[in-house]
């Protein structure tokens, strides 16, 4: 089974991945934990190497042949990131989203930061990867078609989000 976890920052895609994997006994994968990979062997941080990334898409394509790889490799896998639904070919594609407000308290609440700084840097980020993603792939990062299950994660714990996942796989 091969499930894809995608959202904006802060949207709890990550976490829905852990417990998930836990749930199900399957490993995951994070194009997140890629990318904060990718940032440090560049010697950045997330904001400079999303900057960054805009002048240069060998490090998108990069991410989406290391996710494709990865998931080519597997029978049972797990694989999260803002773009996994369209480079994976998924039993269940999921796009997890939440409101600005509530996504950048959980990033304040990770990164030790202020709100405010977070809000920024999401929008930031979220300009930025938006441009790139277009510019790169042809995608819209506001265009859901290719989704089986749109998640607003804004009142849901990771279990619940986990046990929403779990129903849907059941009459899938």
Known sequence: MLITIGGLAGSGTTTAAEVLSKRLN?????TGSIFREMAIEHGMTIFEFSKFAEDNTDIDIEIDKRQADLANDSE???????????????DLRIWMMAPLDIRAKRIRDRESKSIELAKKEIKIREKSEMLRYLDIHNIDINNFDIYDLILNTDRFNPDSIADIILTTLKVI
């Open 76 to 90: 049972n896998l797990i694989v999260e990131g803002r773009l996994s639904g369209y480079f994976v070919e998924a």
């Open 26 to 30: 399957i490993p995951f994968i994070s």
